[in-house]
């Protein structure tokens, strides 16, 4: 390792945004598209076409999803305080904890990193797997909706010209739901997943910084 001289200005901190600033854009964008489609009558459309409930299911997954994002992206930046107040030997919370491993790095040179990365990035992982629920709730649904649309195709018996009408409706209503729902899953998982990865590179960012700032003298 090449030693640093002593007299050399410390590197400047590495600039980060706002990331719960971002996440309040995205969220209100999210709140406005909500109440132009309900002004157009879109959720009642997509509740009311789906007699499983799973779409209705999905949204309330994704919105408390959502209010997560919102949540972790506070105390994402929260760390980052933290850190810029260990900085200035204030160190405490988690920084503390970073440090102090840090200082131990001989006996467990892994230690640090571990320590750091189960701050940062931890809780996301769980995110993550509510994130995919709402794809597989979506499929889900198809495979329900195409079940009641085998079933109503396999209790015909005799087809008659008067019946075609009400036919029609109960065959639709089984494909309505393997397209609503498994639309709904996909919209939702890439919205959340959207949000999911900007926390994901706020955090490696940080991470980043904090490894910068140990390896200074």
Request: glycine fraction near 12%; include cysteine; charged fraction near 15%.
């Amino acid at each position: 390792m090449i030693a640093r001289s002593a007299t050399a200005p410390p590197r400047p901190a590495a600039a980060l945004e706002p990331i719960w600033l971002e996440w309040g854009a995205l969220a209100g964008m999210f709140a406005f598209a909500a109440w132009l489609l309900g002004g157009r009558g879109v959720w009642a459309l997509l509740l009311g076409s789906d007699p499983t409930g799973l779409t209705l299911v999905i949204i309330l997954v994704f919105v408390a999803a959502t209010l997560w994002c919102g949540m972790r992206a506070r105390e994402l930046q929260r760390q980052r305080r933290l850190l810029d107040a260990a900085r200035g030997g204030a160190a405490q919370g988690w920084a503390a904890e970073y440090w102090a491993a840090l200082a131990a790095a001989p006996r467990d040179a892994d230690a640090p990193l571990d320590l750091l990365l189960e701050h940062t990035h931890g809780p996301h992982g769980t995110a993550w797997w509510v994130n995919g629920i709402q794809l597989k709730l979506g499929l889900l649904g198809k495979v329900i909706g195409f079940s009641i649309l085998a079933l109503e195709i396999g209790q015909i018996q005799n087809f008659d010209a008067s019946q075609s009408q009400e036919l029609l409706r109960s065959l639709t209503t089984g494909l309505g739901v393997a397209l609503l729902t498994t639309m709904v899953g996909l919209v939702g998982n890439i919205l959340l997943g959207l949000q999911l990865t900007r926390l994901d590179r706020y955090a490696d960012a940080l991470v980043a910084e904090a490894q910068r700032r140990g390896l200074e003298p």
